[in-house]
């Protein structure tokens, strides 16, 4: 059963444009959220993460929303770059004791910023 | 600083034949993750290793096993390979046990493993 649900495979925005990338999770035990980005042969690369104490995080261009009550978070990247276009995965944890032995993933949203 | 590195890049077996993958964390990295990415899925948890102990394994079965080196270098062992294990396996390390908080993982770019 996957517990973290990436519901679109894919994303097309305009260079400039915003890009929003979604995330859905099951487990209300999850406290931790993290986004790592995949380019083609690479392996993923942390980008961004939250807490659940928190309900924003900004890191430059990259801001991530947490809805707990929605179990939902979101990834706004602005402005988009060509170079964002990569699989983005989300990433979800379930407490401080289970770490990263206990990361979640989604199934990934490839973006594709078009010049 | 030399990220995590991992061999062989592609790896190519049949059916019933064993695997051998193998992972070099980054300096410094106690603990090393192993994960598969089979097509159209997310990233599943296989084994997590730290000081030389397994600490957890996801739910995958025995013949999934690995071990790690008083170097911290890892690797992850498949008997009796069937078609459905083709995947992309990674391998990944952090610095701190058990904590994804201020340790992130750091992935190596993979092993893709085609079982025909």
């Known amino acids: 059963d996957q517990q973290v649900k990436q519901n679109s495979p894919s994303l097309s925005v305009q260079e400039g444009r915003i890009s929003i990338l979604n995330c859905d999770y099951t487990n209300s035990m999850f406290d931790y959220f993290l986004w790592y980005k995949k380019y083609p042969a690479e392996g993923p690369t942390f980008l961004i993460s939250i807490s659940s104490i928190k309900d924003k995080n900004e890191d430059g261009r990259f801001t991530v929303f947490l809805n707990k009550s929605a179990k939902h978070l979101s990834l706004h990247i602005v402005p988009s770059q060509p170079g964002d276009s990569a699989v983005y995965f989300c990433a979800a944890s379930g407490g401080y004791q289970t770490g990263a032995n206990n990361l979640f993933f989604g199934t990934g949203t490839r973006l594709t910023v078009i010049p | 600083e030399a990220g995590v590195t991992q061999s062989p890049t592609h790896l190519i077996k049949t059916r019933g034949q064993q695997a051998t993958l193998r992972c070099s964390p980054i300096s410094g990295h106690t603990s090393v993750y192993w994960y598969q990415q089979a097509l159209g899925l997310g990233l599943q948890f296989l084994l997590w290793y730290d000081e030389g102990e397994e600490r957890n394994r996801g739910n995958f079965p025995p013949r999934f096993s690995g071990r790690q080196f008083p170097n911290y270098s890892s690797e992850l062992n498949v008997n009796a390979l069937e078609l459905e294990d083709s995947a992309l396996y990674l391998c990944?390390?952090?610095?701190?046990?058990?904590?994804?908080?201020?340790?992130?993982?750091?992935f190596g770019n993979g092993t893709r493993l085609t079982v025909t």
């Open positions: 990944a390390s952090s610095t701190r046990p058990g904590s994804s908080y201020n340790s992130p993982l750091h």
